[in-house]
């Protein structure tokens, strides 16, 4: 087949994707089927099968696979989805992709935002293939009309069960405008559920800087100041590395990655501060950011390593207390980092910071207690090469701000125009859901009116939500019975992939991104 031939077909088939939505969805996965099986394949979901001529046929009861056929009660809906029929079986060779479904927690309610036609979102999704960049809805602040990243929203929320609120700082100056524009974009092969967004304005004095806690509490804090000394575990010095905000970021030393092993998988940095003389306690603050290394974990281990299998674990298994509770204190005792301060002798757990995503800069801070020493050393431990750090200091000046809510004021959607019924169901945490898909985008809009004379103010984004990441072809070309376990020999299998592909998947994955308008 040739090239051109290829992109049509991969059009035609995601046009009838976007096209072909109901309502609302709650799981979304997109699959390649086995056809090298010679036992048959039971699908027990509700399946759409999208075929290379364009036209999807809907399983409601779910389909059997066997001797080149997928069989079930199906209909067969055109590209243009004007017309239909009853349809028993199809070729298994005229299958192109397949995704499961269920019905939303409240049908009706959940708005999906449909841009039907939108040939942008088509043709930015043509390398289907090959599609790795995500995870999570991506926001933008526009600064003379351009957008600039300010934000990666729920980046680990990969299930219902997982659904979490993420607060963000926004940095680009937007403190003497009445109102702040915003976009939403999913650009990654996924199904975004959004159920909350809202604005949360700080005024306060100038020379303060406000920065979220790891719970999403915004924090006033005054001057900064730098380390004296900092020194990774491979005996690196890097105190000028991590003195400013300025891209210039710390990653683990690609020997220590190679040095990882089941018995020893964690890398360090130490710091030593003046200790303030003023304060009892102080803020350290973070610009940071993950490596790929969690989406490794998710991509490869996680999924691939499921094939079909993934589809029951993210759809039902996930939604069962016991596998929800193991696999979340699984990965909040072995991701993210850890904040301990030296005291009598020991290094002693004070605070943690969760992993914050790997595409947009994370400004973070924790409190910390001041030893009575005129030094203060800090350790931040964590699987090694799971950070990129930027910027690490400590304030002694820190307080929780006074935030100021400020409720969403409109919804515009990329060709669809304004949006009344996802305005509302955005207004509160609730059952309901704007759903949005790869290559669509939310235009928000909030009114913040004047800030007061003689101050300043800051804004932070506030989102709440889950994603289903989509199944993509060579994820299922091996199948699985087992579900993920999660287990040091799984985290393991994830760093080795990363150490083999570290040099080149960054790029990789970031010249997958899938824009719209």
Same mark, same amino acid.
């Given at each position: ?85 009853r349809v028993s079986s199809i070729a298994l060779d005229d299958v192109a992709a397949m995704e499961s479904y269920q019905t939303p927690v409240k049908a009706g309610q959940t708005a999906a935002i449909n841009v039907a036609g939108a040939p942008f979102a088509v043709l930015g999704i043509v ?152 304060? $009892?306690? !102080? #803020?350290?603050?973070?610009?940071? %950011? ?5 989406? &490794?974990? *998710?991509?490869? /281990? ?87 750090? $930027?910027? !690490? #200091?400590?304030?002694?000046?820190? %307080? ?5 809510? &400020?409720? *969403?004021?409109? /919804? ?96 990789q994955f970031e010249s997958t991104r899938i824009t719209g308008r």
């Open positions: 087949m040739s090239c051109i031939r290829k992109v049509i077909l991969w059009s035609t088939i995601l046009l009838s994707l976007f096209v072909f939505t109901a309502c609302a969805v709650r799981d979304l996965e997109v699959t390649s089927l086995d056809t090298a099986s010679t036992e048959p394949i039971t699908v027990s979901s509700p399946v759409k099968a999208h075929l290379t001529d364009g036209s999807t046929v809907v399983f409601a009861e779910g389909v059997t696979v066997a001797e080149g056929k997928v069989t079930g009660d199906g209909r067969k809906y055109d590209v243009t989805l004007d017309t239909s029929v390398g289907l293939a090959k599609a790795l960049f995500g995870s999570c809805p991506t926001t933008y602040s526009l600064s003379d009309d351009v957008p600039v990243l300010e934000a990666e929203s729920f980046s680990y929320s990969i299930a219902p069960a997982f659904e979490a609120r993420d607060v963000d700082r926004l940095n680009v100056p937007l403190g003497d405008q009445e109102t702040v524009e915003l976009i939403v974009r999913n650009e990654a092969l996924e199904t975004h559920y959004i159920n909350h967004l809202e604005l949360l304005e700080v005024v306060h004095d100038p020379g303060l800087t406000i920065v979220p806690d790891p719970k999403g509490r915004p924090l006033e804090v005054g001057s900064l100041s730098a380390p004296v000394m900092a020194m990774d575990r491979s005996h690196r010095c890097i105190s000028g590395v991590l003195d400013l905000p300025d891209g210039a970021s710390w990653s683990s030393d690609a020997a220590q990655l190679r040095r990882a092993s089941l018995d020893d998988f964690e890398d360090y940095i130490d710091l030593t501060f003046d200790a303030p003389r003023s304060s $009892d306690r !102080v #803020a350290l603050v973070f610009r940071l %950011r993950n490596t790929l290394l969690n989406t &490794v974990l *998710l991509y490869d /281990v996680m999924l691939k390593d499921q094939g079909f299998r993934a589809l029951d674990w993210l759809g039902h298994d996930l939604d069962r207390f016991l596998d929800k509770a193991r696999l979340g204190l699984w990965y909040r005792d072995r991701m993210g980092m850890r904040v301990s301060v030296w005291e009598s002798g020991r290094y002693r757990e004070v605070a943690r910071v969760g992993d914050q995503g790997p595409i947009a800069w994370k400004d973070v801070a924790v409190t910390l207690p001041v030893p009575d020493t005129g030094k203060m050393r800090v350790r931040l431990s964590f699987v090694v090469d799971n950070w990129h750090i $930027d910027q !690490v #200091a400590i304030s002694p000046e820190v %307080r929780r701000a006074d935030v100021r809510p &400020v409720p *969403l004021a409109r /919804v515009e959607a990329s060709e669809t125009g304004a949006l009344e019924e996802a305005r509302e169901n955005l207004s509160m945490p609730d059952q309901s859901y704007v759903v949005t898909r790869p290559g669509e985008a939310l235009h928000v809009t909030f009114d913040v009116g004047a800030v007061p004379e003689g101050r300043m103010r800051t804004f932070l984004m506030a989102a709440q939500g889950y994603y289903i990441e989509w199944m993509r072809h060579d994820w299922l070309s091996e199948t699985a019975a087992k579900p993920f376990e999660p287990s040091d020999e799984s985290l393991m299998r994830a760093i080795r992939l990363w150490e083999a592909k570290r040099d080149t998947f960054q790029k």
